[in-house]
């Protein structure tokens, strides 16, 4: 079968799976003895740097999450994570199905919009990205100096109400050391959502 | 820490004892103010009775501080950014971020619903999040302004309060406590009985 490539030009449908990448952030340094919240995302996973108006996202699959498409993703999300200023570890994906978003239970509804990215010449094809998209800020929060933070708890909120945790994958480049990262990320990842 | 003021208005009961038969080495050390604060002159014959005395504006009850404040206000302290740190990664606040957060638990421990869980935004501001009965507060503090997010139910409240010239923490304090009582209330709208 075919891979799923999506054209820019089409809308996001209302199934299909929409994931917000979470990376790692390091504790506040005297703040390392304390337990993080249940079933809670920390903020920082739907803020973006230096405030674009827009929060990226990847489309994981048409209906549901699609294996290659995942593990095409995953290697930039991987990419990604190395080339921040101080290098971070890629957990994996929120998913919520695109009508959450652009339908939400409550608050203003937001537009998916495909956003591909175009391979660089120098990074070549690791930073291309068939499956990217935006979800924009809406109108709504336009007026607000703080419009960062209203959009980052209206998509915390609508992705703490419906989620799916898509976990990392190991890399075979790394695989002893992943191995247990791996298994210690799935572990933080089902002890904190895990339902009380 | 914030102290609470109570005004003890001038009574206009005039007990039937001279104040000068009870206390009368004290008579010449207490202010005797004859007119209360409203402005409206009382018109005291006779001699100085103990309630003829007003006694101005007391300071006090203080608001007990959370048991967990010296936690926080120490993962604080230890989490302002050394001198010389370029790249902040999520471990450092700024020192006016760090300072204002202090001050800000200092005056509000005793009003928000428990111990925070604390770190950093993207953009270095301080994110505490508190859970209570129906909800979650989540506040930011920044250099110039504190946020608060109360989610209850499927509703976000938000009221912001900006840095002012004065050093009072009050408007601050009274936000996160109108936002912590929406969490201790039900969506809809009934209050949890004290048990």
């Known amino acids: ?196 | 820490m914030v102290a609470a003021t109570a005004e003890y208005p001038f009574s206009e009961i005039r007990l039937p004892k001279l104040i000068t038969a009870l206390l009368p080495e004290l008579i010449g050390n207490v202010e005797h103010r004859r007119e209360p604060k409203s402005g409206t002159a009382l018109q005291v014959t006779g001699d100085l009775r103990f309630s003829d005395i007003h006694l101005g504006t007391l300071a006090g009850p203080t608001p007990i501080p959370a048991e967990w404040l010296p936690i926080v206000e120490r993962r604080i302290q230890d989490s302002l950014v050394p001198y010389g740190t370029e790249i902040n990664d999520g471990r450092w606040l700024s020192l006016d971020i760090g300072r204002r957060a202090m001050r800000l638990f200092e005056a509000a421990s005793d009003v928000l619903p428990g111990e925070p869980y604390i770190y950093s935004s993207v953009d270095g501001d301080l994110v505490a999040e508190f859970k209570d009965s129906y909800g979650r507060l989540t506040t930011i503090i920044g250099p110039t302004f504190t946020i608060g997010f109360a989610v209850v139910g499927r509703e976000i409240l938000k009221e912001v309060v900006q840095l002012r010239a004065s050093d009072d923490m009050g408007p601050e304090r009274e936000m996160l406590q109108r936002l912590t009582m929406k969490l201790r209330t039900r969506p809809n709208g009934a209050v949890e009985s004290q048990k």
Not at chain 1, 150 to 162: C, G, K, N, V, Y
Not at chain 1, 179 to 196: A, D, E, G, H, V
């Open chain 1, 1 to 196: 079968m075919a891979l799923w490539s999506p054209k820019s030009s089409d809308p996001v449908g209302p199934n299909e799976r929409i994931g917000r990448r979470l990376f790692d952030q390091k504790q506040l340094n005297g703040a390392q003895d304390q337990k993080p919240l249940r079933n809670v995302f920390e903020l920082y996973h739907f803020e973006e740097k230096r405030d674009p108006g827009y929060v990226s996202v990847d489309r994981l699959g048409k209906t549901g999450i699609d294996r290659r498409v995942r593990n095409y993703v995953e290697e930039r999300a991987n990419f990604a994570a190395s080339t921040f200023k101080s290098a971070r570890q890629f957990l994996g994906w929120a998913v919520v199905s695109a009508k959450e978003l652009q339908n939400p239970a409550q608050g203003p509804a937001l537009s998916v919009t495909p956003s591909p990215l175009i391979a660089t010449a120098e990074n070549n094809e690791i930073s291309e990205n068939k499956y990217h998209a935006h979800v924009e800020r809406p109108p709504h929060y336009a007026a607000s100096r703080y419009a960062a933070y209203d959009m980052a708890m209206h998509l915390r909120t609508i992705f703490e109400r419906s989620y799916h945790l898509e976990a990392a994958t190991a890399q075979p480049h790394r695989a002893a050391e992943t191995k247990s990262i791996r298994l210690q990320l799935l572990n933080w990842l089902r002890n904190k959502f895990k339902q009380i």
